[in-house]
């Protein structure tokens, strides 16, 4: 999906371009030591509200930084929910890991939170997998869950041409 993302004509990345008042978008424009990097990129972040499911631009998703640009629907049907899973994956993954390194800082498991504990998935609102790490709302990875400001960047990197 990153690919077909990238594909679309500029015009099209260019009407989803991140701005001095919304840090999350397409851009083509980074600098490095005061030149322009070979890439384009996509910034989405977690949402304002924690929940996919609303519209993007809902006033409920509104952060510091801006709420999340996708192409529509009828542009690159798939993209939103295979960002969105990915998301969600990075942040078990993450879970997961903040758990680990608990425990090896001797935190309690009582303070952690558990894994397969019978909870809703804070976030999406939808059921966990028997498998996923779910948390009650005072554990040490809900609280960590409830306060991040995970991004997550795609990069492309078109093909250089001699003398670009």
Avoid at 87 to 93: I, P, S
Avoid at 120 to 148: C, I
Wanted: some cysteine; glycine content about 8%; overall charge negative.
């Amino acid at each position: 999906e990153s690919q077909n993302f990238f594909d679309l004509p500029r015009d099209i990345k260019l009407s989803l371009k991140r701005d001095g008042s919304n840090a999350r978008g397409y851009f083509d424009d980074e600098l490095t030591k005061q030149r322009r990097d070979w890439k384009e990129a996509i910034d989405v972040g977690v949402p304002g509200s924690r929940d996919w499911s609303l519209s993007d631009d809902d006033t409920m998703n509104a952060c510091l930084d801006g709420y999340n640009r996708f192409p529509s629907s009828d542009v690159l049907p798939n993209y939103r929910a295979t960002v969105v899973q990915y998301f969600e994956a990075c942040q078990k993954l993450s879970d997961r890991i903040a758990l680990l390194m608990a425990k090896g800082l001797g935190v309690s498991d009582e303070s952690i939170g558990g894994i397969n504990d019978e909870k809703k998935d804070g976030n999406t609102g939808t059921d966990t997998d028997e498998d996923e790490t779910s948390t009650s709302s005072s554990s040490l990875v809900a609280k960590l869950r409830s306060r991040h400001t995970s991004y997550l960047r795609t990069n492309y990197y078109p093909p250089y041409t001699a003398g670009e």
